[in-house]
């Protein structure tokens, strides 16, 4: 089965600082890795996703995250953060089953002043 | 217009009460889910769907039934409802590809009293 690890449960920076949030994936087949984002009391929205083609995807309010391979890994970057990017975020894997997303346990981003 | 809808998006209830939530999807996709996020966040899915088969039941309380009229729409019901059932619950649809992702409703929170 496919599985994905979030380390850090929480994650401060500072207005204007780089934010990293780190994805680690497990997978039997090539996998589609999925990177979601959740404001308090609303529904996960997709933020990028990967599906075999470039390995860096970027996405929506200038996040982007890189496949790598070799390290099972799939980091979430952004080079500036902005007090509105406080939420949290999820990291997907799919593609052993086309009918079942997999979930980490979620990074929750704190935005300092 | 809303792609994935849920109501309600709140619910209190006594134990021991039977309720349901519904979901429509207006995407055109043939897959739809329901996930469980409970306190800490971690999303777990509790079933898919795909053109109305139950394709996936994740080991989940036989109190839990879902029923798809169509594709369009999957509702959940639960009976007997108890403390340990308070969640928030989130309905998904996607085209059941594994490299497209999943659509997310606001969410039902779910409280039993």
């Known amino acids: 089965a496919q599985s994905v690890t979030q380390l850090g449960s929480h994650v401060s920076v500072s207005e204007g600082a780089l934010v990293l949030l780190r994805c680690n994936y497990s997978s039997s087949v090539p996998p589609y890795l999925f990177w979601y984002v959740q404001y308090p009391n609303q529904g996960l929205q997709l933020l990028l996703k990967y599906t075999s083609a470039a390995t860096l995807v970027k996405g929506i309010n200038g996040f982007e995250a890189e496949f790598k391979k070799s390290e099972t890994s799939f980091h979430l970057t952004k080079p500036s953060a902005h007090m509105s990017d406080a939420a949290e975020y999820f990291c997907a894997v799919s593609g052993e089953d086309f009918n079942k997303f997999y979930f980490g346990s979620g990074t929750k981003l704190n935005v300092k002043p | 217009d809303t792609a994935v809808s849920q109501t309600p998006k709140y619910l209190v209830t006594q134990m021991g009460n039977d309720k349901s939530i519904k979901c429509e999807q207006n995407?055109?996709?043939?897959?739809m889910y329901w996930y469980k996020q409970d306190s800490k966040k971690f999303l777990k899915i509790m079933f898919s769907y795909n053109n109305k088969e139950l394709i996936i039941n994740e080991t989940v309380p036989n109190r839990f039934s879902p029923k798809s009229p169509d594709k369009a729409h999957l509702n959940l019901h639960i009976n007997s409802l108890e403390l340990g059932d308070s969640a928030v619950y989130f309905c998904?649809?996607?085209?059941?590809?594994?490299?497209?992702?999943?659509?997310f409703g606001q969410g039902t929170r779910l409280t039993v009293v």
């Open positions: 995407l055109g996709h043939d897959t």
């Open positions: 998904a649809s996607s085209r059941g590809q594994g490299n497209t992702e999943a659509f």
